[in-house]
């Protein structure tokens, strides 16, 4: 095989390979898809947290959406890793950002009132819509849209995730509070419904 031959050889090769990406590209991309975009679902998980009046110890009272987790505010750790707690004040529950505690984190909460949690798509842009420094009372009919706490996130980002909840039960006497949440797991992404 000559040198002509083999440059030849390897041209077609290369066109080739070049070929299949492209097909593999554009099969991935089609429809308008964008393949690099991650996708997500809006089924609400039901949630029990216990106000922190109750007399008991070692009740889940806070909640931190972006892990989905439920925890335990007295315990040693905990300290800011929730972005609400729930408590009992006037004999109505409410939920507490974290600085009404005296704990400094960025979490806050907006309320849209006589809603359904379908309705709200998006997180407000304002900041003004959002409350850190004082209890917010949960009522029926209300969605409440929780920006969480900042997190690390991929190349070094500092990330807020975004909530929206709603009650499903609210026991002042009890000291329980249910409710249906939807967490964007996309880094700084306002929207509470998935892209499809």
Known sequence: MNQTSGQRYQY??????????????????????NPFAFNWDDVPDTVLLYSMARPELGLVSAYAFFDGVELEVEVP???GQWDIAIDTRGGQIVMLPPPVLGIYTDAEIATFENTLLADVTEAPSDSLEYVSDQPVPVEFGNVYVI?????????????????????VD???????????????????????????
């Open 12 to 33: 077609v090769r290369a066109v080739l390979a070049l070929v299949g990406v492209s097909a593999v590209f554009l099969s991935a991309t089609a429809c308008d898809d």
């Open 170 to 196: 609210i026991d002042p006497v009890g000291g329980t509070f249910v409710f249906r949440h939807v967490t964007n797991p996309v880094c700084n992404d306002r929207d509470l419904v998935p892209p499809n």
């Open 147 to 167: 920006k969480t706490n900042r997190s690390p996130g991929s190349f070094g980002r500092s990330c807020r995730y975004h909530a929206k909840l709603e009650a």
């Open 77 to 79: 750790g905990a300290t």
